[in-house]
């Protein structure tokens, strides 16, 4: 793999955001609590600062993340190119996963910037602000506004806390270090109501995200070794409990924490025929963003996945094929250590 181009400082960010007026703010298709917290978290502080912001997603604001203040401003791309200065994409590990709708509203945009935690983005901006070593975007962005001095108002503040709680399983994954707790200290002392985002992000979900556990649970394999557990959602069960896109988030966690279970996987059957995947490994030594790179994905080395352009069935058994062989590979590596 040859080595990414230098990552832009907060220096150089800063200029630009100095230098200009009016911002669009991306986030990935499918969003989840660290992209749509970025966009809020990032476009409030502009907002407070005196810029001309828009935040644009794709798919819109997800019904979980609805309780976040602010997350009105989160709109579907327009269907003609807007004027603006700079784009800003944000937790968005290529360009392509920002949608189409997205690419095409900022097409006459003629400066980009990227800031994103995916140790898989090829640096597709004209800046790039990546940093791999950080459990979230959101973290980043923490850290960008109080090195710049911008203004961090309460939207901010809650939105960048939801960002890295969900993107750290709750502040539980081994990416969670000590700057993550230091940063939501700092927020709770500006007046983080920690009680109630936390409730509002982890204990308020609509009853049909337990018919679809239940579903889930009904597909659940185990392999023999116990090593690797996965499971699958097919398009009719889709349709028939009426599943919106982010029901499913968080669920893989599940079967993570089973017991003995190293790699977890969800498979997922989508509308056009095609196959989401999702892996979340708790051994690195079973990189999933490696293998997810085989296919054409990406992510991080404990949580990664991959849009399969073929039928469930096939991809289902490509994949487990090959996280079949690095198990096999790991077991050959520790009986010669």
């Not at 700092?186 to 609509?206: A, F, K, M, Q």
């Not at 991959?306 to 690095?326: F, G, S, T, Y």
Request: proline share 6%; with cysteine; hydrophobic share 40%.
């Amino acid at each position: 793999m040859s080595e990414s181009p230098p990552s832009a400082s907060f220096a150089q960010i800063g200029d630009v955001l100095r230098r200009h007026q009016s911002f669009v703010l991306l986030s990935h298709v499918r969003p989840d609590g660290d992209a749509i917290g970025s966009q809020l978290g990032l476009g409030f502080a502009l907002l407070a600062a005196g810029k001309t912001v828009r935040l644009f997603n794709e798919d819109g604001l997800p019904e979980s993340l609805a309780f976040l203040p602010g997350s009105e401003r989160i709109e579907r791309p327009p269907s003609e190119p807007v004027d603006a200065e700079v784009v800003i994409a944000l937790d968005t590990a290529t360009r392509p996963r920002l949608g189409e709708g997205c690419l095409y509203a900022v097409s006459r945009v003629k400066l980009w910037l990227n800031i994103d935690h995916h140790i898989s983005n090829p640096h597709y901006a004209d800046l790039n602000l990546i940093d791999a070593t950080s459990p979230a975007t959101g973290e980043i962005l923490y850290e960008l506004i109080l090195a710049l001095g911008l203004p961090l108002p309460d939207e901010s503040r809650d939105a960048l806390y939801v960002a890295v709680s969900t993107d750290t399983g709750s502040f539980q994954y081994p990416s969670t270090t000590a700057k993550t707790y230091d940063m939501a200290a700092d927020l709770i002392r500006r007046g983080l109501d920690v009680g109630t985002l936390n409730s509002n992000t982890y204990d308020n979900h609509p009853y049909r995200r337990l018919e679809l556990l239940r579903a889930l649970l009904n597909t659940l394999e185990r392999s023999p070794d116990g090593l690797l557990a996965h499971w699958t959602l097919c398009e009719t069960t889709r349709r028939e409990l009426a599943i919106c896109a982010d029901d499913s988030e968080g669920l893989i966690d599940v079967i993570r924490a089973i017991r003995g279970v190293q790699l977890a996987v969800f498979f997922e059957e989508l509308p056009d025929a095609t196959t989401r995947v999702s892996m979340r490994s708790k051994d690195r030594r079973y990189d999933v963003c490696q293998i997810a790179a085989q296919f054409g994905g990406g992510g991080h080395s404990l949580a990664a996945g991959i849009r399969m352009p073929e039928p469930l069935d096939a991809a289902k058994a490509r994949v487990l094929a090959a996280i079949q062989q690095r198990i096999a590979e790991v077991l050959i590596e520790s009986t010669k250590s």
